[in-house]
């Protein structure tokens, strides 16, 4: 009933796929500290509009402890907190789009929403600048020896 086929010619080797490569942007202390407070109040905005929806949203507070251990493992290789960066994975952007969402959409503060776009826009202009990142004990950092990208100045973030 069933007739294989013995003469059947083997199956070309498919190519193998490297893993994608992951797209750092640098962020200054004062950007990061504009990132946390817009993290944070997406997550009130969120939590006070759609109360059963809290539990899905702990991966934000965990990608700011994450930064504020890069910040730990950068301020080793950098004494200046005026020089020093911290890397932030492109994946992570979107974590800050939702956050700016949330505030958008259960009316939080405007001026935070307002912030979080600047962020966005800055960080969207940082990604085509690439830098080699290096890992001290597991955390992502940028290498202090390899030269810095131009960063275009922006106005200072106003602290809320």
């Not at 498919?14 to 997406?42: C, K, N, W």
Request: hydrophobic share 40%; charged share 20%.
């Amino acid at each position: 009933m069933f007739f294989r086929r013995t003469n059947r010619a083997p199956r070309p080797a498919q190519p193998r796929h490297d893993f994608p490569r992951v797209e750092y942007i640098p962020m200054s202390l004062t950007e990061l500290q504009a990132f946390e407070q817009v993290m944070v109040h997406g997550d009130a905005c969120l939590r006070r509009g759609r109360p059963d929806l809290t539990s899905l949203h702990n991966r934000s507070m965990e990608l700011i402890g994450t930064l504020c251990r890069s910040v730990g493992a950068a301020s080793v290789h950098q004494a200046d907190p005026e020089k020093v960066r911290i890397p932030i994975q492109k994946g992570d952007l979107f974590w800050l789009e939702s956050a700016i969402r949330d505030i958008e959409q259960y009316r939080g503060d405007s001026h935070l929403a307002h912030q979080g776009r600047q962020l966005l826009n800055r960080f969207n202009a940082l990604l085509g600048q690439q830098r080699a990142v290096i890992h001290a004990g597991g955390t992502p950092m940028f290498d202090p020896d390899a030269p810095a990208p131009v960063i275009v100045d922006a106005p200072q973030l106003p602290a809320y």
